[in-house]
């Protein structure tokens, strides 16, 4: 559910290793319009980006310990761009010092054998979802505001209704380890959009 759209991921033969400090939060489906509003009014002069993305979430279960894994996503209206691969690693939550979320994270652009390839290597899906909506940016930050589709028939991405009367929003920026200077610009923000939203410090742990 975390991962980026597609089109904000970059498009290249290698790999990215990267910190990801992260806030997120919600907004109900009546409030959408005053938030993009907003964020047309904080972020840089330049129309949203909008996306539709298809991502599956695939396991590979080990002998002992937590099972590895692996985010697939591609695009649903841009069927031509490649793939991506998308690992997350655990979050750092305990510096209470950091107004963010901060986390391992590698992104791998693939073809669109992905999944068959996962497949042969062991993993097995999980769970697969859709997500709508739109990306504004502000230099180094990212915020995405997306609504999340349940998948009603398995990898019919037609099929779909969705998971909450809210959109899902996420202020996130990707840089090099020890750039902690960063979550500092990302609270004060993150400021600016209440109340409209309240984006937090938010560790998956506690709601899985």
């Given amino acids: 559910m975390e991962a ?16 990801e400090y992260l806030l997120q939060g919600s907004v ?15 972020c840089d002069n330049m129309e949203p980006e909008s996306f539709a993305d298809h991502e599956m979430v695939y396991l590979l279960k080990g002998q002992q310990g ?14 031509t761009a490649p793939w991506h691969l998308r ?46 909506g739109h990306i504004f940016r502000k230099g180094a930050l990212k915020v995405v505001v997306c609504k999340l589709f349940r998948i009603l028939v398995p990898g019919n991405t037609d099929s779909t209704e969705p998971l909450s009367l809210s959109y899902l929003v996420e202020l996130s920026v990707l840089a090099p380890a020890g750039q902690d200077n960063v979550s500092e610009d990302m609270r004060s923000f993150a400021e ?11 560790d998956p742990k506690r709601h899985m």
């Fill in 28 to 42: 109900l489906d009546q409030s959408l319009d005053s938030l993009l509003h907003r964020l047309r009014g904080l």
């Fill in 4 to 19: 980026p759209p597609v089109s904000v991921m970059p498009v290249t033969g290698g790999t990215i290793n990267m910190m």
């Fill in 87 to 132: 690992y997350l690693g655990q979050p750092e939550v305990g510096d209470k010092s950091r107004h963010a979320l901060v986390r391992n994270c590698v992104d791998v652009s693939a073809s669109h054998s992905l999944p068959d390839f996962l497949n042969e290597m062991g993993f097995r899906m999980d769970h697969e979802f859709v997500a709508k």
């Fill in 66 to 79: 937590n099972p590895f894994l692996l985010r697939a996503r591609h695009s649903l209206d841009r069927r």
């Fill in 192 to 202: 600016q959009l209440k109340p409209l939203v309240h984006l937090e410090k938010i």
